[in-house]
């Protein structure tokens, strides 16, 4: 945080904030001619002061929230200007983590049971299908000659 600020950028982030050289010297505790000489590039730029232009314009000058802006109220990401995020989304964040974590834990139960209930019940299907009659017919129906002698003499 050591960089050196311009008056430039000092004067952007007042104007981008839409706030008169006396309110923002307000905000900051300074006199309205030490602004004015920050702005003028007269005397040092007080990075603080600068970094609250920054916030109250919606800019985010942390580290990781290079490029993010707020705007009305709204979160925007880098490089967009729609579909930005309100207060109750980012409270919803912390909820939806909650709700994720709980139904990881009701995934994970449904599964072990399912595995535990299909082994028995594969058993069972596949005793059930071993046991069913497989189908050959009957000798004594081509005996009696109601089938064909060509099924007759297959059967026989």
Known sequence: MNKE????ALRHARLTAGISIDDAAGYC???RTTWARMEAGASRVC????????????MMPWDGWSGWEI????????????RGLLPGHLVAVDWTRELVRELG???????????????PQRDQQKSRILAMP????????ASQGNLSPRISAICA
Request: hydrophobic share 30%; proline share 4%.
């Open 105 to 119: 834990k009701d995934v994970a139960q449904l599964r072990g049971e399912l595995q535990r209930e299909t082994a």
């Open 134 to 141: 497989t189908y050959r017919p009957r000798r004594d129906v």
């Open 47 to 58: 990075q603080v002061c600068y970094r609250l232009m920054e916030i109250l314009g919606g």
């Open 29 to 31: 505790g300074k006199h």
């Open 5 to 8: 600020i311009s008056a430039t």
């Open 71 to 82: 705007r009305g109220g709204t979160l925007y990401q880098p490089g967009t200007f729609s």
